[in-house]
């Protein structure tokens, strides 16, 4: 990806005039370019003896320490690593970055991390939202960055059990590539399919766009193989057991905190010969919600589905006459269907008849089919509003149905307060269970002269507004060091030092990815 912006340039482009009058009208504009890449300040790159013994490792043409390398694996990608990254502080980028090809790699790197006192921080796709690559480096004598780029490869196919094994370096395009060459799918579509790799999917528990009918990630692991500094741990030789807690929860969502993963058996499913979408509108986002609830306590939920709340609505859908106009109002739901042709058509039929006697209007595939379209657009979009001093950032959180309403309230109300009048706030409900839902708040407002504190300030009282109100950090985002306030409130004491324990055996001289995940 770009170093200091989302993704490939030349799928990027200038704001839209849509965007752009929507930016001018409720919010102005100033330019706010980034410094050339050779300006951003970057740490001294690991010392000569140090880089020598990593050469021993994996081979003196997998040990990189250009300016140019190490800037492309300094931090991920949320708004306060681009505001950092574009001001030219490259503080927490890499000493090195080294890239092994094995499994005996990972874990030779892992025992030389740990006789030198270096930290590693394992980079998968670099899409990392929450500050989970910037490792806190006191202490230690260097930061490496353990690029998992050589591990590309889909190694086991069980047609029987409908499982296979990949690699966690391979991103996400690429696996779904093999796999459709065997005629399979994994069918997890994050925004940041394009980029996020395997590995990255399974330590931040992530979830996709076709989460109602495929699972989240971690639902969909089966098993993994993870290097760490006591040894190898392998888990995953059943489908389903008893055999104490399920150890491969403790490595979902680590972070890489308790080892790197070096292979990953994951469920899969054939590969759809149809997908179709379709746009629904509601009067109301409540009463859009209230649809998704009964779809979802009925066991009839579509592949993807979607609601977007009435500010999102009007600012997707609206035209460049329409820009500061009236807005036909309502909240549109996309509903997404994969399969057999058969298969297809009777669950779009049996979705359509409960959501048409609930009082949905169906829009037909149009609006459906152009949100599938523009699915990976949207990051490009924020760097081209930073460009013009507009400071943008998402969030999410969960909650249960019954506080919701309370919640989605709560958190708009937080973000509008912290960063003015003028601020828009924007929601959409893209995960849904029988119990719950996601709530995913895209921000935007006005940047002032110093963005990040006004940012950070933001996120702070969002935070707040979520923990305090009995909804959950994040979703899908996962902890990173953004979020580990937050968390230690979200799982009390105790919780903190079940996670501490697990960390200080494991990994007692702290080097794998230090300071992210544990309070």
Same mark, same amino acid.
């Given at each position: 990806m770009h170093w ?5 340039p030349?799928e ?7 965007a752009?009058?929507l930016?001018?009208t409720?919010i102005g504009?100033r330019?706010?370019p980034?410094?050339?890449?050779a300006d951003?300040r ?6 000569a003896?140090?880089v020598a ?5 994996v ?10 390398t190490?800037?492309?694996?300094t ?12 001001s030219g502080d ?11 090809a ?6 030779a790197?892992?025992d030389?991390?740990?006789r030198?006192?270096?930290a590693?921080?394992p980079f998968?796709?670099?899409t990392s939202?929450v500050?989970g690559?910037a490792a806190?480096r ?9 690029d998992?780029?050589?591990f590309?490869?889909?190694v086991?196919?069980? *047609? ?11 991103? /996400?395009? #690429? =696996?779904?590539a093999? %796999? $459709?060459a065997e005629g399979?799918?994994?069918?997890h579509?994050p925004?940041s399919?394009?980029?996020?790799s ?12 076709s ?5 989240r990630?971690d639902?969909l692991?089966?098993?993994l193989k993870?290097a ?5 741990l392998?888990l ?11 150890l ?8 890489g905190?308790f080892g790197?993963v070096?292979?990953?058996r994951?469920r ?6 149809? *997908?179709?979408?379709?746009g629904?509108?509601w009067?109301?986002f409540?009463? /859009?919600? #209230? =649809?998704?609830?009964? %779809? $979802?306590?009925a066991?009839?939920l579509?592949?993807v589905?979607?609601?977007?709340d009435e ?8 035209k460049p ?7 036909a109002g309502?909240?549109l ?9 058969a298969a297809?058509e009777?669950?779009?039929?049996a979705?359509?008849a409960?959501l048409a006697g609930?009082?949905?209007?169906n829009q ?6 152009a949100?599938?379209d523009?699915r ?12 013009v ?6 969030m ?5 149905w019954?506080?919701l ?5 709560a958190v708009k109300?937080?973000?509008?307060a912290?960063?003015?009048a003028?601020t828009?706030?924007l929601?959409?409900?893209s995960?849904?269970?029988?119990t719950g839902a996601?709530?995913?708040f895209?921000v935007a ?9 006004q940012?950070?300030a933001a ?10 109100n009995?909804?959950s950090?994040?979703?899908h985002h996962?902890v990173g060091?953004d979020?580990?306030?937050w ?12 996670l501490?324990?697990v960390?200080?055996?494991?990994d007692p001289t ?10």
């Amino acid at each position: 990806m770009h170093w200091s912006r989302w993704g490939d340039p030349a799928e990027a482009g200038p704001l839209a005039e849509s965007a752009f009058a929507l930016v001018d009208t409720f919010i102005g504009t100033r330019e706010t370019p980034a410094v050339a890449p050779a300006d951003v300040r970057l740490t001294e790159p690991l010392a000569a003896d140090l880089v020598a013994e990593l050469a021993e490792i994996v081979g003196a043409a997998h040990v990189l320490t250009d300016h140019e390398t190490r800037l492309h694996r300094t931090r991920g990608k949320s708004t306060p690593d681009m505001l950092k990254i574009r001001s030219g502080d490259g503080s927490d980028s890499p000493d090195a970055v080294v890239r092994p090809a094995n499994h005996d790699e990972v874990v030779a790197l892992i025992d030389w991390a740990v006789r030198r006192h270096v930290a590693l921080v394992p980079f998968g796709g670099g899409t990392s939202v929450v500050g989970g690559l910037a490792a806190r480096r006191d202490g230690f004598a260097g930061v490496v960055s353990l690029d998992l780029l050589r591990f590309d490869k889909l190694v086991e196919v069980d *047609r029987d059990s409908m499982t296979v094994v990949l690699e966690p370096g391979l991103r /996400g395009p #690429a =696996a779904e590539a093999l %796999l $459709a060459a065997e005629g399979l799918t994994l069918g997890h579509f994050p925004q940041s399919f394009q980029y996020a790799s395997i590995g990255g999917f399974a330590v931040t528990r992530s979830s996709g766009q076709s989460s109602a009918g495929y699972g989240r990630f971690d639902s969909l692991v089966v098993g993994l193989k993870v290097a760490t500094p006591q040894g190898t741990l392998e888990l995953g030789n059943s489908p389903a057991n008893a055999a104490g807690p399920d150890l491969r929860e403790l490595v979902m969502g680590s972070e890489g905190a308790f080892g790197v993963v070096t292979a990953v058996r994951v469920r899969v499913r054939p590969l759809p010969e149809v *997908r179709t979408y379709e746009g629904w509108r509601w009067p109301s986002f409540a009463e /859009g919600a #209230a =649809a998704m609830r009964t %779809l $979802a306590q009925a066991g009839m939920l579509p592949t993807v589905l979607r609601l977007s709340d009435e500010n999102e609505t009007a600012i997707n859908l609206a035209k460049p006459s329409e820009v500061g106009g009236e807005s036909a109002g309502g909240c549109l739901m996309i509903t997404g269907y994969e399969g057999t042709p058969a298969a297809v058509e009777a669950k779009k039929a049996a979705v359509t008849a409960l959501l048409a006697g609930l009082g949905g209007e169906n829009q037909g595939p149009d609006s459906g089919q152009a949100w599938a379209d523009g699915r990976f657009h949207g990051p490009y979009l924020r760097d081209s509003l930073l460009d013009v001093g507009v400071l943008v950032e998402t969030m999410e959180t969960v909650t249960f149905w019954s506080n919701l309403d309370h919640v989605y309230t709560a958190v708009k109300d937080a973000l509008v307060a912290s960063l003015g009048a003028e601020t828009l706030v924007l929601c959409h409900i893209s995960h849904v269970y029988e119990t719950g839902a996601s709530l995913y708040f895209t921000v935007a407002t006005k940047a002032s002269e110093e963005p990040l504190p006004q940012w950070l300030a933001a996120k702070a009282a969002a935070s707040d507004a979520m923990v305090h109100n009995g909804a959950s950090i994040t979703h899908h985002h996962a902890v990173g060091q953004d979020h580990k306030p937050w968390l230690a409130e979200e799982i009390g004491p105790v919780g903190v030092e079940m996670l501490r324990a697990v960390k200080e055996r494991i990994d007692p001289t702290g080097v794998l990815n230090p300071g992210v995940l544990i309070p």
